[in-house]
Structure formats: C-alpha cells, structure tokens
C-alpha cells in the first residue's frame, strides 16, 4: 500500500510537470510563426554581395523549421543604400542587410565596422570583434539609434581598382574622375581623385564612354561579371589597399530584437556565424579563376608600385587623424583597433609564413 502511495506521487509529479511543459509549449506556439522582412543594400543575384544575404535569411528560416523565417526583399529603384539606416531606426522596416560603411556620414566611427584602409583580413578583423572588445563598441555605437548589429558576413579583399592611366606614383591620382566610396575615398581626394557617385547600373557605360577614369568597385570575382574588362585598354591595379576585407551586417530595430525568444536570437547568431565562415571560404575561392579570365581578355593586371602603397598608407593615417578629432566615437574605436592589431602583429609576424 506504501508502494502505491509513493507511485501514485510519482505519477502526479510527472503529470503535473508535463502540463507545466505543455503549457509553456503551448503559450510558444500560440505566439504562430514569426516572419520579418530584410531589406536589402544589394541585389539578390549579385555575387556575396547580395547571394550571402539570400543565404543567411535561408539560414535562419531553416535553423527554425520555418517557425521563424526571414525573408530577402530586393532594394528599391531609386533608394540609396544609406536610407535603410534611418528607416529601421525609425521602424519603418524592421530589418536590413548591409554593411556599415554606409553610415559614413552620420558617424565616420560606423565605416570602422565594415571595412579599414590597410586594414586587417578577415580573421583578425573577427578576432578583434569577438576577443578584442569590438563587438562591445560596435554595440554603444548603435544603442542610441535603437539599433542592433551583428556580423553576418565576410568577403574577401577588394581589387585596387581599373585605371585608363598607368599608376606610377601617387601624382598619377591627381584630376581623375573616380568611382570610389568610403574611407578609401577620402584618402584617394587628398591626392587630388574627384570622387564620383555613380549606380553600379552605370558604371561600364561610364567607364567606356570616359566620363569616368578609374571605377573601384569590387573583387574580382565581381568586378568580372559587371564586364568592366571589356571596356577598353585598362589596368587592373591590385591590392585592394582601402578593403582588405568588408564584414557585412545584419542590421534590426531594438524593440524587434528584444520581442525575439532567447531561441530565435541564438538561430539568428547561429545564422550569421555561419554565414561568415561560407563568405570567406567562398570568397578565397572564387578570385583566381576571374583573374585569369580578366588576364585572357588581355587586360594589364598589376601591383601598386611599393611607393605608392607607402604614400597612401601615410595619407590615410591623416585621415583617421582628422576624425579622431571630429569624432569622440571614432578616435576610441580607433585606438582600440589599432592597440589590438599592434599586439596581434607578434603573433602574426612570428605564426605565419610570409
């Protein structure tokens, strides 16, 4: 009789712990399939810059089983990629895919999160991120907006650029009429480059017309597809100096982020995390076979002469000196940065073969 009394307990304790968790389930179900919408900063076909979006919003509708599911809205005719800022901070979109650099303007600290003149590759641009207090700065720098970044992608160094003249010196820069964006754009002006903002739709008819000198655009891998090696003599100038690596974001509004279960916010760094490692693996991979494309199209790939490299290495630490001034947010970022990469040389220098 004692026996059953003691059983009899047992099976209410079970049963009653299986409601709780029942109830629970039930309470997470009844809350139905989450879905958000992403815009985007690129088109979906264009290669990582858009397909590693594509893939990450995949990623997580898969993690989830469908329950939470992120979709990949193409950008809009006409918007430009900066105004995805605004509108998530503002609510009017709930999330986005795209890369700090845009936020150059609103603060020159934000382009530090996506892509730095002489910068570091990508697995040290990480390991500051993760192990060198980036993430932490990266999130008071957006808190006030009422945003949330993450890191969701990765791609590999750009190239330096196409030139109709050849790059001897740091003078050959002066009067050319250029594509070229962000931080690297500031250091290029000082040397007398006309920075000029034209849509990627326009780019080979600009270059081919001579309206444009010079495009920097891309990797290779990229800047093959867009046809700029059918445009005519060009040189082909290598390294991409201004990014050694771009680290694209997943960009949402804090209220959205914060009504996601701790579940669903794993799924989504679960997501992004492997969507950084496809993005360099894929990125490493894909270069050569378009610079031997590019070199059977008989365009001239080069390197920078060393003196060059050099001068616009100097250049650029005037810049980042000039905003270090400007900005608060900057000037800590920076230094953070550059203390980090300054310890990470030894082990660089002394751990890989160079």
Same mark, same amino acid.
């Given at each position: 009789?004692r026996?059953?009394?003691?059983?009899?307990r047992?099976?209410c304790?079970?049963?009653?712990? *299986?409601l709780?968790?029942?109830?629970? %389930?039930? /309470?997470?179900? =009844?809350? @139905?399939?989450?879905?958000w919408r992403?815009? $985007?900063?690129?088109?979906g076909?264009?290669?990582?810059?858009?397909t590693?979006?594509r893939?990450?919003a995949?990623?997580?509708?898969?993690?989830?089983?469908n329950?939470?599911?992120?979709?990949?809205?193409?950008p809009?005719t006409?918007?430009?990629?900066?105004?995805l800022f605004d509108?998530?901070?503002?609510?009017?979109?709930?999330?986005a895919?795209?890369?700090?650099?845009?936020?150059?303007e609103?603060?020159?600290?934000?382009?530090?999160?996506s892509s730095?003149?002489?910068?570091?590759g990508?697995?040290e641009?990480?390991?500051?991120?993760?192990?060198?207090g980036?993430?932490?700065?990266?999130?008071?720098l957006?808190?006030p907006y009422? *945003?949330?970044?993450?890191?969701?992608? %990765?791609? /590999?160094?750009? =190239?330096? @650029?196409?030139?109709r003249?050849?790059?001897? $010196?740091?003078?050959?820069?002066?009067?050319?009429?250029?594509?070229?964006?962000?931080?690297?754009?500031?250091?290029?002006?000082?040397?007398?480059?006309?920075?000029?903002?034209?849509?990627?739709?326009?780019?080979?008819?600009?270059?081919?017309?001579?309206?444009?000198d010079?495009?920097?655009?891309?990797?290779?891998a990229?800047?093959?597809?867009i046809g700029?090696?059918?445009?005519?003599?060009?040189?082909?100038?290598?390294?991409g100096?201004?990014q050694?690596?771009?680290?694209?974001?997943?960009?949402v509004?804090r209220?959205?982020?914060?009504s996601?279960?701790?579940?669903?916010?794993?799924?989504?760094?679960?997501?992004?995390?492997?969507?950084v490692?496809?993005g360099?693996a894929?990125g490493? /991979?894909?270069? =050569?076979?378009?610079i031997?494309?590019?070199?059977?199209?008989?365009?001239r790939?080069?390197?920078?002469p060393?003196?060059?490299?050099?001068?616009?290495?100097?250049?650029?630490?005037?810049?980042?000196?000039i905003?270090?001034?400007?900005?608060?947010n900057f000037e800590?970022?920076?230094?953070?940065?550059t203390?980090?990469?300054?310890e990470?040389?030894v082990?660089?220098?002394?751990?890989?073969?160079r």
């Amino acid at each position: 009789m004692r026996l059953a009394k003691i059983s009899l307990r047992a099976f209410c304790c079970c049963v009653a712990c *299986l409601l709780v968790g029942t109830a629970a %389930a039930g /309470a997470e179900t =009844a809350r @139905g399939p989450t879905e958000w919408r992403m815009a $985007s900063a690129f088109p979906g076909s264009a290669v990582q810059l858009g397909t590693s979006g594509r893939r990450f919003a995949e990623t997580v509708s898969a993690l989830s089983g469908n329950a939470f599911a992120i979709r990949f809205v193409e950008p809009e005719t006409g918007e430009r990629p900066s105004a995805l800022f605004d509108r998530v901070s503002r609510g009017q979109i709930t999330a986005a895919w795209t890369t700090p650099a845009y936020w150059l303007e609103t603060d020159p600290a934000f382009a530090l999160f996506s892509s730095v003149p002489f910068g570091p590759g990508a697995p040290e641009y990480i390991a500051w991120m993760y192990y060198g207090g980036g993430a932490a700065l990266r999130d008071e720098l957006y808190e006030p907006y009422g *945003l949330v970044s993450l890191v969701c992608g %990765a791609m /590999a160094p750009e =190239a330096g @650029g196409w030139y109709r003249r050849e790059i001897r $010196s740091v003078k050959d820069f002066e009067g050319l009429k250029m594509r070229t964006f962000g931080l690297g754009a500031q250091v290029l002006e000082l040397f007398g480059v006309e920075p000029q903002r034209v849509s990627a739709d326009n780019l080979l008819s600009s270059l081919r017309n001579g309206s444009l000198d010079a495009v920097e655009f891309s990797m290779p891998a990229i800047d093959v597809g867009i046809g700029f090696a059918d445009a005519g003599p060009l040189h082909y100038y290598f390294p991409g100096w201004h990014q050694q690596t771009t680290l694209f974001e997943f960009l949402v509004g804090r209220p959205a982020w914060l009504s996601l279960t701790e579940a669903q916010r794993r799924q989504v760094r679960t997501a992004c995390g492997d969507n950084v490692m496809h993005g360099i693996a894929e990125g490493e /991979a894909i270069q =050569a076979r378009a610079i031997l494309e590019i070199q059977r199209k008989g365009v001239r790939v080069k390197r920078f002469p060393p003196e060059v490299l050099s001068g616009l290495e100097k250049a650029w630490h005037e810049i980042a000196a000039i905003h270090s001034t400007k900005s608060k947010n900057f000037e800590r970022i920076w230094a953070s940065m550059t203390r980090f990469r300054k310890e990470y040389r030894v082990w660089r220098d002394l751990g890989y073969v160079r």
